[in-house]
């Protein structure tokens, strides 16, 4: 089975380490410092106290007459393994465009698993891509309007605005599509709202929040303000649709 890594990031470092170690042909692409570093020093990772080279292939182009089972696509984010692996936080999402079962999916699912990833399939992965920035955008939102992002869970005002946005978010989405996903999701939507901010206020300060919130948003801005940008403009988009629709009828 042979797997590319395009993307020599902390998550592609990540996968492709783990994919080494379970014994898979793995190749990773990287460009600029980074493809010169792995080049002098190797793909190195830390595992019970122990520095270990993985046995990957270092590319820093891509012939035309490559064939690889799977390529993963990865995009740079300053995470730490934990947020890969918990199923907690999040597990490795995918599935096929029409939804339905494959033996694509079927293999990449045992590629996790024997690599020791966690992982879900679903049936619908655009709606799951909606819901995952139904949330993240206004967390993120909520660090960038805030005089003190670090303590932002001590601005009540903020907490119950971004627990109000959540709610519309979810509640919209539910409206549109008949469901969220993964069915979780729905706690925004049945949550009080005072309850919800309460909760909020525990999670932004709790380390987890720190962890897995306040470091993702406050080293990537451009990136979840793109994302805040494409997401509200989608909804708008899906609002002037249903609309136009209830008026056709």
Not at 84 to 107: D, V
Not at 123 to 131: G, I, V
Not at 194 to 201: K, N
Request: charged share 25%; net charge positive.
């Amino acid at each position: 089975m042979r797997i590319l890594i395009y993307g020599a990031g902390v998550i592609g470092s990540l996968y492709a380490a783990l994919f080494a170690e379970a014994g898979y042909d793995t190749n990773i692409y990287a460009r600029g410092k980074r493809l010169e570093a792995l080049r002098n020093n190797g793909l190195q990772y830390k595992k019970n106290q122990e520095v270990i080279k993985a046995e990957v292939r270092i590319l820093g182009e891509l012939p035309n007459d490559e064939i690889y089972d799977f390529v993963l696509l990865t995009v740079r984010e300053n995470q730490m393994y934990e947020a890969l692996t918990p199923r907690l936080i999040q597990p490795t999402t995918f599935a096929e465009i029409s939804g339905n079962k494959s033996e694509r999916t079927k293999q990449f699912s045992e590629i996790l698993r024997h690599a020791h990833i966690p992982y879900q399939k679903v049936t619908d992965m655009h709606l799951w891509q909606l819901c995952h920035l139904a949330m993240v955008v206004p967390i993120a939102d909520a660090y960038y309007e805030s005089d003190d992002p670090e303590k932002v869970e001590k601005e009540w005002k903020i907490m119950r605005k971004t627990a109000e946005r959540l709610k519309r978010n979810f509640n919209f989405l539910r409206k549109q599509k008949g469901k969220l996903s993964p069915w979780k999701m729905n706690i925004f939507c049945f949550l009080p709202l005072p309850f919800l901010a309460i909760m909020l206020v525990v999670a932004f300060g709790s380390s987890f929040g720190d962890k897995f919130m306040y470091q993702h948003a406050m080293k990537a801005p451009d990136e979840m303000r793109e994302l805040h940008k494409q997401f509200y403009a989608y909804m708008k988009k899906m609002k002037k649709c249903g609309c136009k629709a209830k008026k056709v009828q």
